[in-house]
């Protein structure tokens, strides 16, 4: 079954900081690839995205995204995160013979000042 | 312009009892999906309606959830009778036609004592 892993759950960080957060799934045919993200009280916003092209996505606030074909991954980063980053991150999949999107279980992020 | 919104924003319902969600999409979006998260589990997809037909419903997890779209322009989720495992949250998302981004709203709490 197509799957999607987020590896960290919850992660702690001070402000300035760096930022790598895991994604990785399970399907052999052409994906799209999502990171929303989830402000505390707020709804899911879109982050980030790629469909095709350079690999290197850059999305909103200065995160930007890796997808590695080769290693089914497409990990967040963000070279300096703020307290602002506090919410919650997940990645998703949409397999191109679908519409459907498959999540991963979320990372919650907390930043602290 | 006015973003998915959905209604109620929090249910709260006894067992056996009947609940319904309603979502409006954003104005001029044919694609319109149902997704549900479980406390602690990932987000996952229940259905997608292409204007008022549904497309794929390989999601909904039994017969007591009967979803609707009138007209092609906001849909209804109805859960009939609630059980205790449906609580979660209920989001609904829309895309324009031919186009991968979906937009979620900020989603329903659903709690059923």
């Known amino acids: 079954a197509q799957s999607v892993s987020q590896h960290n759950h919850h992660v702690i960080l001070s402000e300035a900081a760096s930022l790598e957060l895991g994604c990785n799934y399970s399907?052999?045919?052409?994906?799209?690839l999502f990171w929303y993200v989830q402000y505390p009280g707020q709804h899911l916003q879109l982050l980030l995205k790629y469909f095709s092209g350079d690999p290197l996505v850059k999305g909103i606030k200065g995160f930007e995204a890796e997808f590695i074909k080769s290693k089914f991954s497409f990990n967040l980063r963000k070279p300096s995160v703020q307290w602002s980053d506090t919410a919650e991150y997940f990645c998703a999949v949409n397999p191109s013979n679908t519409d459907k999107l498959i999540f991963g279980t979320g990372t919650r992020l907390q930043v602290f000042p | 312009e006015a973003g998915v919104t959905q209604f109620p924003s929090h249910s709260v319902i006894e067992k056996g009892q009947t609940v319904t969600l309603r979502c409006d999409p954003i104005s001029g979006h044919d694609n319109l999906y149902w997704y549900r998260r479980v406390m602690g589990k990932e987000i996952k997809f229940l259905l997608h309606?292409?204007?008022?037909?549904?497309?794929?419903e390989s999601g909904m997890p039994n017969n007591r959830f009967l979803a609707e779209r009138t007209g092609g322009t906001y849909s209804t989720l109805k859960v009939q009778p609630a059980e205790l495992e449906d609580s979660g949250v209920y989001f609904c998302?829309?895309?324009?036609?031919?186009?991968?981004?979906?937009?979620f709203g900020p989603g329903t709490r659903l709690l059923v004592l």
């Open positions: 399907y052999g045919g052409t994906v799209n």
């Open positions: 998302a829309s895309s324009q036609g031919g186009f991968k981004t979906q937009y």
């Open positions: 309606f292409v204007k008022e037909s549904k497309q794929d």
